[in-house]
Every structure is written in C-alpha cells, then in structure tokens.
Nanobody
Framework: QVQLVESGGGLVQAGGSLRLSCAASGGTFSSYSMAWFRQAPGKEREFVARVTMSGITTSYADSVKGRFIISRDNAKNTVALQMNSLKPEDTAVYYC??????????????WGQGTQVTVSS
C-alpha cells in the first residue's frame, strides 16, 4: 500500500507559478510511475503529467505542455509539479497518483487527497 499526500496548492494570479509536491510512504516508491491529474468542478478527472519510475521520461497533456514540469526524487519519495504561466482554466483540484505508466486515471490504484489550485484572472 502506498500513501500519498499532496501539498503546495493555493490561490495565484494568472501568469503566476505554483509548485505542488506529493510525498509517498508505505511502499517502494521507485517501483511506481507517478502522475498528476486534475479535476475541475463539473468535469471529469483529467491527465496532466506523468513520469517514469526512473524519472528520465516525462509526458504532458497538450493543455499544459511547455508550462508545467513534473519531476521526482526517488531518494526522498517525492514527486513535484512545477506550474508556470498559470491560466484561470488551470483551476482545479490536483491529485498525484502512483501506478502504471498511463494517462488513464482508471488504471491508478493509489491517490492522494488532492490539493486545490485556484488561478484568478
């Protein structure tokens, strides 16, 4: 079992930056691919970014490509999401997830509780 705890959300103006962190415990962190998803009110949970077990390969949703950066530190059991040039449409609850290398939320078994990101215009 893996427990995930996100932090770093908050309120920011459009064009600003936030850095989300996710701390993992209770499992072998380096044996999981990690991903960030987000869910806005009234919308389905959507893929944001993912990183392989080694941390070498990353992938992003088109909507965040060039603005967000995912990274992981296997020594510290953490994964981060650096969000730059934020837009109001980035407003959502952000979740980290541990599981297979996928952008399908249904394939992930381990989820954090989520952290709210609000971008004002």
């Amino acid at each position: 079992q893996v427990q995930l705890v996100e932090s770093g959300g908050g309120l920011v103006q459009a064009g600003g930056s936030l850095r989300l962190s996710c701390a993992a415990s209770g499992g072998t962190f380096s044996s999981y691919s990690m991903a960030w998803f987000r869910q806005a009110p009234g919308k389905e949970r959507e893929f944001v970014a993912r990183v392989t077990m080694s941390g070498i390969t990353t992938s992003y949703a088109d909507s965040v490509k060039g603005r967000f950066i995912i990274s992981r530190d296997n020594a510290k059991n953490t994964v981060a999401l650096q969000m730059n040039s934020l837009k109001p449409e980035d407003t959502a609850v952000y979740y980290c997830a541990a599981g297979p290398l996928s952008d399908d939320a249904r394939r992930f078994n381990y989820w954090g509780q989520g952290t709210q990101v609000t971008v004002s215009s």
